[in-house]
């Protein structure tokens, strides 16, 4: 076997100019199919409405999230103003909640309880009242409001409650830097509840005069609001939290304002086993889970 | 013949007619039949259209390994899977293109046909394009000393099938 029969043998492989012809024709092809393919898929790819629409949708459900998240926080029992708390720190707040008289028969009587704010006059039963009002007010003042009905139409049972409401104000009327205004509204309307209440409780067809102050909004970052007065005191705060198993008692709720910032914020106060309340109680900002340390700045 | 249509598949058009044979045969060598090697060799063209032009090549022998090279990974490719390892080997006379040898030059393509893969390349290489074990050695990528074992090897094996004294290198 000699290396020139194997070269032979090699050369006997050659194609024909046909098969040549039908490879070049069949690369050619086949390149110019890849091209096209290449084109088409550097093409922008139309993706179905559901992908395009994933992200609107998921920010949709995000912010209805946060609606219900919030409307849950203020319709929960522990935001209700339970009377004497809640008005304290009313009074230390440039703006008021909504508050209810029953009955008033004009609007002249409402007009007297809140200068600078909004007087809504509406001679309608209890029930139709509330529905009608209810959309106009934030939904702080709503809880405030559905606060105050049962206290109109138990009347005797309720009166020591309100009377409680009643007496502490002056000394969150003297705070200096809050809109002494809205805390005089709020003393005037409230003992409006006081005396009517008590002379309602025979009358079974009642009228509700609402007054509707608009709050700040809720929304806010929980950072700016770090002072709440409380009892005629201040507390400050530096976010230090507190576990919840350290809290004791609810103390009611109210809200939170910052130096830096305009309108407030809700919250809730809870006293801490072992801490009086003189020197500190806990704080969770409506929406948030943490509890933070209030401690007496005075 | 082969009709350039522009400058472009002018130049690819040149180059495809100055390796289209020696593609095509390492590509018959392993397919054993002329539509798996056709089909072979169009893939091994469409690998240097798909070559990016900072990739050009140093020499017309440098493309030249290139394409052989390339061409003997595609088969082997091929022939590693399964449909074309369940394929009956076929008649490698019949398929031939050139039929017109007598019974001597047959049996030495056959012999050559029947080699083990992974001597046929180191054998075309030697033998046919006659490549120094060196240069073997840089185109399949592989210790010169594996490449002298390859050819020992496959002489051996075409001596037994051959009878006779095979040329040393």
Redesign the interface.
Known sequence: MKNEEIKRAWERLTPDEQAKERMLQGIMARSAAMEAQKETSAEPVVTPWYVRLRVPMGVSAAAMACVMVVTLAVGNPLLVNNGSSRQELLGTQPVSGMHTTAPVASADDAEAYAPGTEAVTAPVPVQTTFTTVSSALTETSLDHFLNEIPAVTTAESQAPSVSEVVTSPTEAVSEPSITTAASVTTLTEETEVQTTAHTEAAVTATTVTATVTQLPSLYGDMYDFNHVTWAGLSYDTVYETVPYSRLTNHLGSGVAVGDAVNGSYTILLYEIEGVPVERGFAVQYAGQREYYYFYCVE | ??QSESPE?SGF?RV??QH??AV??VC??FMKN?ADA?DA??ET??KL??RGEDQAFESTAHERAWLIVTASNICKNHLRSWTRQKRKEMESMDE???RS?DG??NR??E??LQLPDKYKTA??LF??EEYSCSDIAAALKKKESTVRSLLKRGRAI??KA??????EE
């Open positions: 013949m082969l598949e058009q495809y007619r289209v044979d095509y045969r018959f060598g002329n056709e060799v169009q063209f469409l259209l798909q031939l293109p050139d040898g001597g030059e030495v393509l012999a050559v054998i075309y033998y046919y075409l001596q051959l009878g006779g004294e095979a040329d």
